[in-house]
C-alpha cells in the first residue's frame, strides 16, 4: 500500500491546495464578469431589479468557488485515506452540481494511520497491527469492540475489562 500523507487536524486550512483557491478565485472573477458585463449586452427583455441581479450574480459566483474548492479539498483528503486522486477528481469535474462530491464524502475510506511499533499504514479502527500484532486501541476481550481505556466494564457486553490485561501504555487512570 502506498504511503498516504500525514495532515495533522490542526493544519486544516493547508486541506485546500492554492491552485484550487486560485481556480475559485477565477470562478468567481468569470462569473461577475458574465453576469455585469456580457449578460447586460445580450438582452431581449427589460433587466431584472438590480437586487435580483445581485443575488443571482453572488449566488452563482459562490456556488462556482465552492466547486473548485470542494475539488481540491478531495485531491488533498483522498490520498491520506488511501484512495486514489485523480478517480475522484475526475468523479467529481464529470458529475454535475457537485453530485461527484456528495458521492465521494459518502463512499470514502475512514483515515490511516500509523503502527507506532513497526511503521505500518493502518485503518484508524483496527484493534491490533496486522503486521506485527502491536495493540493500537483498548478493546474488550469478550466481543472486541472499541472500549475507552477508562471504562471498567465493556458497554456491550458488560465483561470486566480488568481481566483483559491491557498493556500500560493504554490505562488512562494512574493507578491501575
Given at each position: 500500500m502506498p504511503k498516504p500523507p500525514t495532515i495533522s487536524v490542526n493544519e486544516d486550512e493547508r486541506m485546500i491546495?492554492?491552485?484550487?483557491?486560485?481556480?475559485?478565485?477565477?470562478?468567481?472573477l468569470l462569473v461577475e464578469y458574465y453576469?455585469?458585463?456580457?449578460?447586460?449586452?445580450?438582452?431581449?427583455?427589460?433587466?431584472?431589479?438590480?437586487?435580483?441581479?445581485?443575488?443571482?450574480?453572488?449566488?452563482?459566483g459562490i456556488l462556482a468557488a465552492l466547486y473548485w474548492l470542494m475539488i481540491g479539498y478531495i485531491s488533498k483528503d483522498a490520498p491520506r485515506r488511501g484512495m486514489s486522486m485523480r478517480f475522484w477528481m475526475i468523479i467529481c469535474l464529470v458529475m454535475p452540481g457537485g453530485i461527484g462530491a456528495?458521492?465521494?464524502?459518502?463512499?470514502?475510506?475512514?483515515?490511516?494511520?500509523?503502527?507506532?511499533?513497526?511503521?505500518?499504514h493502518v485503518?484508524?479502527?483496527?484493534?491490533?497491527?496486522?503486521?506485527?500484532?502491536?495493540?493500537?486501541?483498548?478493546?474488550?476481550?469478550?466481543?472486541?469492540?472499541?472500549?475507552?481505556?477508562?471504562?471498567q466494564y465493556c458497554t456491550r457486553c458488560g465483561h470486566e475489562l480488568a481481566k483483559d490485561h491491557l498493556p500500560a501504555r493504554l490505562h488512562v487512570m494512574g493507578g491501575e
Open positions: 491546495p492554492l491552485w484550487s483557491i486560485i481556480a475559485a478565485t477565477v470562478s468567481f453576469w455585469w458585463i456580457v449578460a447586460p449586452g445580450q438582452r431581449h427583455h427589460p433587466a431584472p431589479p438590480l437586487g435580483l441581479r445581485i443575488y443571482f450574480d453572488l449566488s452563482w456528495v458521492i465521494y464524502f459518502l463512499l470514502r475510506q475512514p483515515q490511516m494511520s500509523v503502527c507506532p511499533a513497526c511503521g505500518t485503518l484508524s479502527e483496527f484493534h491490533f497491527c496486522p503486521q506485527c500484532n502491536y495493540q493500537l486501541s483498548a478493546s474488550c476481550g469478550n466481543c472486541f469492540r472499541t472500549v475507552r481505556a477508562s471504562d
